[in-house]
């Protein structure tokens, strides 16, 4: 539904360039969600600003559906615009203080072509759905909490009847009580709308709970992209290993075994040469130093339903081999 | 509970770019350099503005200047040296050639150069405007900070309000009638400061540098009182609590510092509306500025004179926020940053 | 409306308002009233004092000062709004149209610069160019103060709008396809309209000081016209044998100006007041007890109050916390749940509008004895606690190099001097595992990574070896491979140290890897304390519903979600905080519940729970 075929995002960085965003691919199926994970600082929010339009792709295109969604100008950018919402991550700063809810949800539904009686029936029925209530219509964002917020925004995002939603960490402001509510209502709106869902979020766990495919970023690339229980249960990439080696859990996992990252995330602006995560990777050159091939080159996604970007990959690297650089 | 506590190890991408000394200087060079090809921009919009001041003029200057029973000869004379006679290209290839020379022209009044002019008063202005800036500063950190700490809490509601309305009314009594009650109280009834001119050495300076400053000082310190509150909320402030810092500790590490940041970063415009100011209290004061020469001159319409002071003037007060923006970086190290 | 009344409530507000009402009715019916008198001369009356008729005296021509500065009140008030208005709006319109100009960067900050500039420029100076260009008049002046105001107020809403675009209900406004004016309309004006407002008020107010000061200097209107300026330029000049008629109209000028810009300023201000803060009553403190060294803190029954516009509330209502010397706590609960007041009652790090009470708060003793004096209690209490804040960026002096803010605590407080808490910086710098720490002292918190700039943060908490380290929410912010290594390098200080720490945070399985005791917090109360090893199997329903709510990596079947809000701390409900959302919810529930023991080291406070125990020990009872 929505493709992005080998997109690079740009940006200035003092007297230089930095590419937050390097050659990406990504598919988000029709009425499926796929998963975009990443550390801060991964590109994985610049490819969500990319592919709603809110940065300008430097290299590479934007699809949706059949349209090329970074080729449209002018007035065809701005009804394709419609078909594409998102959900942003503040729900402080996603509504506007001085409208009412009512209005702010009956102007999304009003641009699909909807008369002025029609979009506030649609509106009532979305305050309805959320569960909100009817008398959300007239009071102001301020009089509601962030999960209610959350779900003001949501129901905005579905009001303009879209095709695809970029949900950009939308619980990650949230209380986990709170959260849990707004998760259940995306996914069960999603299946009654059937609309397609590009989740991104820097929570495995959430990622988990949501999607059916999931890639993982790192450094503007994506490292590891595959049907969520494949890269749940058996991740490829070093990376996806250690982050999700990293997550805690109550009781502990089974088999958790660790393996140890040299140092934070590096500045996205002065990325290490060959692959990017050699700095950093338990598998490769730093600890193996015959393995010069992880800081020389840069490895490529593997073909196939669970493809990864790496020279050393898990399934081949024997367990013992992992666990004695342990 | 796999916790495991690995070896320390060496952080490989953190020391970035060796030591942190010479990236400093690199730094600083970058910044200094920006800041001085910004300088040398404005210098040369300020030079093409005032050129076309004459330009700008409704009319026909020189008529405008002589009236209406000027004699042709008087009238060509005044075209001439109003450099009118020629085209406009040349006629500014000609003033920004004289500019860089420091050649501003000669007055119309007085046949003296201006440049010499403004040679000769810039001194004082200087003085009575830094001085002024001085007691803005002083008064409006002190008074500022130390009102911001007592009313921080919101319990001394007498003093909050106190502050609020005396700096209110302060900073809405014109320059002028300052500077004249100040004559009125301190020249004449008690006769301890002279009235005017520039002759008694310091004494002569202190009731022109009171009335310029008291306005900027009541408004910059509105301002510093806010920022004071503004740097008491911020977690930094805590962090210092946290270490059970005194009171006074704590303000004068961690909040002054970041109050004098804002307070500079105003510094340009309180210099502004202090320069402003200047203008005027010369007048009252006789003191012999650039202020009483501008206020003169545009009287007469003398515009070499107007020219050439309003074109030093805001060199000067590009000069000083340039100088301002130097501080603000050798105090806030972020600034040095690239594209900030 | 209601709020902008409030606005108004204070004395100086009203003096403001009384003030500007009666000059606008002075700028309205001063012609009609005294036209005739500030007019017409009669020099047989020239230069007379004061007088009842004649408050101010009269001027050199006979006529009526206090009638000439009532009549010139509409003409001066008129130039001073035009000037005002018109640059407010100008500026504004200048002000967005930069801001819009967002595809174009180098377009935009040439703008900028241009704007910062002229701001720097004197607002007089710009005015008297105008005049000299314009002629002087009285409209030439009203012109070029204009045009002086015109930077600041375009700079103004330059960075105001700017900051409006890119919040997110504008970009959810082009997402929806609108169109771009209908964007600024809808969504950018109305959220900057107040600021404008406020700031063409000001701007009136500069006016009015900056028309009159032409008009002194004779650059503005012209006789016979006159206004405010040239009456007080008139009375300057005899202002040592007659002050009144200086004096008046100079009042005049002050006296308005004053309040249009205080009024402005507490329109202003509104949005962001603070908090109007009673005194409260005195707090309780931690004693120092010498005896059992096993115990590091021990509190019973903490309640902590604010004062606040609304009445008091109670966020924190009696908990009770016994820390152990080298053992891990962590208190666990959402936002509203009084964990980190808790947390900050202990560190006594409140605000002054907080009020601490306890039944019993004591804490281990220095070997000296008790803390006498205020300066020797700080010495005291920066030895027995630390503290980590959760972010890292903001707890860091931004110009202060990590070193010297790293050492601080130490050398205030043990007297070191620079070089030895240089060298203790270092130290303990290399034990949070920072590389190069030798370097690193030098640096400033921007030059530092957000994992490291917490180890930092980390080391200050723990410069002097602290009894107790309060760690709130110290990972919330990090990624997770930063966060996992902050929890090794917290246990590992715990371990290598004996430190005690309470670690605070949301999150159930950060606190089940960290912790060895737990508290779960709800409500103001503590409504479960286990061992960390049984978070998988809590007992109160709050906490069985809070982990079945939270998703895991295994999580594949639906989440659990919790019906309703976490409640607000200004209205808990008398009984168990959790009632309104609770499954299991019965009568009972309206009244207080406390903690009790269903195990070894767990407790929790539910009228269920205690039916359990109350069933068992009937069984237990007969047997």
Known sequence: MLRLDDVTVRFRAGRGWFDAVRGVDLEVPPGGTLGLVGESGSGKSTVAKAAAGFVPVTAGRVFLGDMELSAQRGRALRSARRRLQVVFQDPYASLNPRRSVGEIITQAASTTGRTRVESERRTHELLDRTGLGARAFHRYPHEFSGGQRQRIAIARALAADPEVIIADEPTSALDVSVQAAVLELLRELQEETGVSMLFISHNLAVVRAVAQRVAVMYLGRIVEIGPSDQVFSSPEHPYTRTLLDAVPEIGGRPGRTRLALGDDIPDPRFRPSGCSFHTRCPVGVRCDPERTVCSDEEPTLTLGDHMVACHFPLSVTSRSAVNGIE | MSVAVGEPRVSVGDVRAGAPRAVGLRRWARFIARRAASLLVIAFILIVATFFLVRLIPGDPAARLLGDTATPDAYEMVRERLGLDEPVLSQLVNYVGGVVRFDLGTSLVSDFSVAQLIGERLGRSMLLAGAGTALVLLTAMVGGVTVGVMTVTGRRRGLDNSFTVSTGLLGSVPEYVLATVLVLVFGIWLGWLPVAGADAGLRSLILPAVAVAVRPAATLARIVRLETFEAFSQDFVRTGRSKRLPTIVLVARHVVPNVLTSALTMGGVILGSLLGGAVVVETVFAWPGLGTALITAVRASDYPTIQGIVLVLGIAVVLLNTIIDLVLAALDPRRLQDGV | ?623
């Open chain 3, 1 to 623: 409306m209601r709020n902008l009344l409030g606005t108004f409530r204070s004395v100086p507000s009203i003096a403001a308002l009384i003030v500007l009402v009666l000059i606008l009715f002075a700028a309205i019916f001063g012609e009609p009233l005294f036209g005739d008198a500030a007019r017409n001369p009669d020099v047989l009356n020239a230069e007379l004092g004061p007088s009842l008729a004649q408050p101010f005296g009269t001027d050199q021509l006979g006529r009526d000062v206090f009638a000439r500065t009532v009549v010139s009140a509409g003409p001066t008030l008129l130039r001073a709004l035009l000037s005002g208005l018109g640059a407010a709006a100008v500026g504004t319109v200048l002000g967005v149209a930069i801001s819009l100009q967002r595809g174009r960067p180098r377009l935009q900050s040439l703008a900028q610069r241009v704007l910062e500039t002229s701001l720097a420029f004197p607002a007089l100076l710009t005015a008297i160019f105008v005049t000299a260009v314009l002629g002087s008049s009285g409209s030439a002046a009203t012109i070029g103060i204009g045009l002086a105001l015109i930077p600041g107020l375009a700079r103004l809403a330059q960075s105001m709008s700017a900051s409006i675009v890119e919040r997110d209900f504008v970009r959810a406004a082009e997402q929806l396809g609108l169109r771009r004016p209908k964007i600024l309309f809808r969504e950018v004006v109305p959220n900057l309209a107040e600021t404008m407002v406020t700031a063409a008020a000001s701007a009136t107010a500069l006016a009015l000081i900056a028309v009159s000061a032409l008009s002194f200097l004779q650059l503005g209107v012209q006789a016979p016209d006159f206004d405010w300026g040239t009456v007080l330029a008139a009375g300057l000049s005899r202002i040592y044998s007659a002050p009144w008629a200086a004096l008046g109209p100079a009042a005049f000028i002050t006296v308005t100006g004053a309040s249009i810009a205080y009024l402005a300023d507490a329109i202003g201000r509104r949005a962001n007041r603070r908090a109007v803060i009673a005194a409260t009553g005195p707090s309780a403190r931690p004693e120092a007890v010498t005896g059992d060294d096993d115990i590091v803190l021990d509190v019973r029954g903490l309640s902590v109050s604010f004062a606040t516009p609304m009445g008091e509330v109670t966020p924190v209502r009696g908990v009770d916390l016994t820390v152990r010397r080298g053992e891990i706590v962590g208190i666990v609960g959402e936002s509203g749940s009084g964990k980190s007041v808790t947390s900050m009652a202990i560190a006594e790090l409140l605000p002054p509008n907080a009020r601490v009470r306890a039944d019993r708060w004591t804490m281990v003793a220095p070997a000296e004895g008790e803390p006498a004096d205020a300066a020797s209690r700080r010495r005291w209490m920066a030895q027995r606690i630390g503290v980590v804040f959760q972010d890292a960026m903001t707890s860091l002096n931004p110009a202060m190099r990590v070193g010297r803010q790293i050492s601080e605590s130490a050398r205030v407080h043990r007297g070191l001097g620079r070089s030895e808490a240089q060298a203790l910086a270092v130290e303990r710098l290399g034990e949070v595992r920072v590389a190069a720490p030798e370097l690193r002292v030098g640096q400033f918190p921007h030059e530092f990574s957000g994992g490291m700039r917490q180890r930092v943060v980390i080391a200050t908490g723990m410069i002097n070896h602290p009894d107790l380290l309060i760690a709130d929410e110290p990972t919330t912010a990090l990624d997770v491979t930063v966060q996992d290594e902050v929890l090794a390098l917290l246990r590992h200080l715990n371990r290598q140290d004996g430190s005690s720490i309470v670690f605070i945070s949301h999150d159930l399985a950060v606190v089940s890897e960290l912790c060895d005791r737990v508290l779960v917090m709800y409500g103001g109360t503590i409504v479960e304390e286990l061992p960390a090893d049984q978070l998988a199997e809590p007992q109160h329903p709050y906490t069985r519903a809070l982990l079945a709510a939270s998703p895991t990596l295994d999580t594949v079947q639906h989440l659990a979600a919790i019906p309703g809000n976490p409640p607000d701390p200004a209205m808990y409900p008398p009984g168990c905080p959790f009632a309104p959302r609770c499954p299991h919810v019965s009568d009972r529930c309206a009244e207080p519940v406390s903690l009790v023991s269903v195990g070894t080291g767990h407790r929790v406070a539910c009228v269920l729970a205690a039916d359990d125990r109350a069933d068992s020990s009937d069984v237990e009872v007969p047997a």
